[in-house]
Each structure stands twice: as structure tokens, then as C-alpha cells.
């Protein structure tokens, strides 16, 4: 299993604590036998639930012009008309992923095409679940152009508890239909405007996977 780089600073500096308060804790109370057995057990279980949040597994690249992908792990919570008034400007397909602390936090490209838009929003901290999350949170938004001249927008948005955002790409950049462009840390969702007269592919409450499966069909 392969780590992501965004975990790797703090994967080790998780460890050295840990490891310094069990040590510190054989040394101050060596007689409590259980309670420092229990502890250790907690510190696995803990490091281990935030290396497997950490975890970036190799996929097939897909490579369909005519497919949107998910852009990230998680669960379908929202497919729904609305009005993307940021940039678009026009009605859209929003399909919501909603991605929990066990998820795989990758963010890959729907599409392939050029990055015609991207911007920062600073913002609240709202559970990703609340509907005013995509306007009011933390997030970021990317506008990707198709080789065909149709742009899609995808959304990064922070949770409640996931409070970073990272994305590693800019204005002008070529995007790969796959390819990695951003990470959340801890728990967030991700929204992606489809033209509305796109075959969407998916159902609420279904699950998601980066790079995998396809969202939607643009129209033939």
C-alpha cells in the first residue's frame, strides 16, 4: 500500500509520540500492567486508523472522453438541479460525494481537458452534509474545459473536521481524465456541475471511487 505524501510528515511525527508516551508511561508507572497494555493497544488501533486515511492505491487509468469519473471515494448524497452562478452560470447537474474519514481522500479528474478556472474560498467549517457547505465552507473551485468546449466544475469543500485542503494545480494546466489534482484531509465532500443534458449514471446513496466510476455520460 502505498502512503500519500500528504501523511507522510504526519504518520511520523504520530509515531514518535506515541512511542515516547508509552515509553514515558513503562517508566512512571511500570507496575499498572493493564492499563499499559490497554494504552499501547490504543495507540495501534489510533496510528493505524490514520495510516489506512492516508493510503493512495494505484487504479486503472480510465481514458473515455465520453465518461465523467468520480472524483473522489465516498457516497452519492446529492443529485439535484441548480444554478452555478460562480463562473458557469447556468443551470447544472450537481452530483454531491460525500467522503467519510475511511475513505480513500485522492481527489482525481473527471475529465480530461485544460483548467480553465480555479479559486480559493476561504469560508465556515459546516458539516459536509449541510446544504449550505458548498456555498458557506472553506473550498475550492476548479472549472475544467473538454476537448470538446463543454466546462465542467468540480468543488473541493471542507467538513467539520476536514480543515485542509490541498490541490496541486493552477490555471492553464493540463488535466488528465484520472490523474490526481487535490487531497482533503479527514472527512469533506466533493460537488461536480454536469451539463444537464448529460446521462448521469449514478444514484443517491450509492458509493464512489476516484477515477473509477463513471458519474455521467456526456451527450453523444
Given at each position: 500500500?502505498?502512503?500519500?505524501?500528504e501523511?507522510?510528515?504526519?504518520?511520523?511525527?504520530?509515531l514518535i509520540?506515541l512511542?515516547?508516551?508509552?515509553?514515558?508511561?513503562?517508566q512512571l508507572?511500570?507496575?499498572?500492567?493493564?492499563f499499559?497494555?490497554l494504552?499501547l493497544?490504543?495507540?495501534?488501533i489510533?496510528y493505524l486508523?490514520?495510516?489506512q486515511?492516508?493510503r493512495?492505491?494505484?487504479?486503472p487509468l480510465p481514458?473515455?472522453?465520453?465518461?465523467?469519473y468520480?472524483?473522489?471515494d465516498g457516497?452519492?448524497?446529492?443529485?439535484e438541479?441548480?444554478?452555478e452562478?460562480?463562473?458557469?452560470n447556468e443551470?447544472r447537474?450537481?452530483?454531491?460525494i460525500?467522503m467519510?474519514?475511511?475513505n480513500?481522500?485522492?481527489?482525481?479528474s473527471?475529465?480530461?481537458?485544460?483548467l480553465?478556472y480555479?479559486?480559493?474560498?476561504?469560508g465556515?467549517?459546516l458539516?459536509?452534509w449541510h446544504?449550505?457547505?458548498?456555498s458557506?465552507?472553506e473550498?475550492t473551485?476548479l472549472?475544467i474545459?473538454?476537448?470538446?468546449?463543454v466546462?465542467?466544475m468540480v468543488r473541493?469543500?471542507?467538513?467539520?473536521?476536514?480543515r485542509?485542503?490541498?490541490?496541486?494545480?493552477?490555471e492553464g494546466?493540463?488535466?488528465?481524465?484520472?490523474h490526481?489534482f487535490g487531497?482533503?484531509?479527514?472527512?469533506?465532500?466533493?460537488d461536480v456541475?454536469i451539463?444537464?443534458?448529460?446521462?448521469i449514471?449514478?444514484?443517491?446513496n450509492?458509493?464512489?471511487?476516484?477515477?473509477i466510476t463513471?458519474?455521467a455520460?456526456?451527450?453523444a
Amino acid at each position: 500500500m502505498t502512503i500519500h505524501k500528504e501523511g507522510k510528515s504526519l504518520l511520523f511525527w504520530t509515531l514518535i509520540v506515541l512511542a515516547g508516551i508509552n515509553i514515558g508511561l513503562h517508566q512512571l508507572i511500570p507496575e499498572m500492567d493493564l492499563f499499559l497494555n490497554l494504552f499501547l493497544l490504543g495507540s495501534i488501533i489510533l496510528y493505524l486508523a490514520v495510516l489506512q486515511f492516508f493510503r493512495n492505491p494505484a487504479i486503472p487509468l480510465p481514458d473515455d472522453p465520453q465518461l465523467i469519473y468520480a472524483p473522489a471515494d465516498g457516497k452519492v448524497v446529492t443529485i439535484e438541479k441548480t444554478l452555478e452562478d460562480e463562473f458557469l452560470n447556468e443551470e447544472r447537474l450537481q452530483v454531491s460525494i460525500f467522503m467519510s474519514p475511511i475513505n480513500v481522500h485522492v481527489n482525481r479528474s473527471p475529465i480530461t481537458g485544460i483548467l480553465k478556472y480555479f479559486k480559493y474560498h476561504p469560508g465556515k467549517f459546516l458539516v459536509a452534509w449541510h446544504p449550505k457547505s458548498s456555498s458557506d465552507n472553506e473550498r475550492t473551485s476548479l472549472v475544467i474545459e473538454h476537448p470538446s468546449g463543454v466546462q465542467l466544475m468540480v468543488r473541493q469543500i471542507a467538513g467539520a473536521v476536514a480543515r485542509r485542503i490541498k490541490w496541486y494545480v493552477s490555471e492553464g494546466d493540463p488535466l488528465v481524465q484520472g490523474h490526481e489534482f487535490g487531497f482533503i484531509k479527514f472527512g469533506s465532500r466533493v460537488d461536480v456541475f454536469i451539463p444537464t443534458d448529460a446521462e448521469i449514471l449514478v444514484d443517491v446513496n450509492q458509493s464512489t471511487r476516484a477515477g473509477i466510476t463513471p458519474l455521467a455520460r456526456f451527450k453523444a
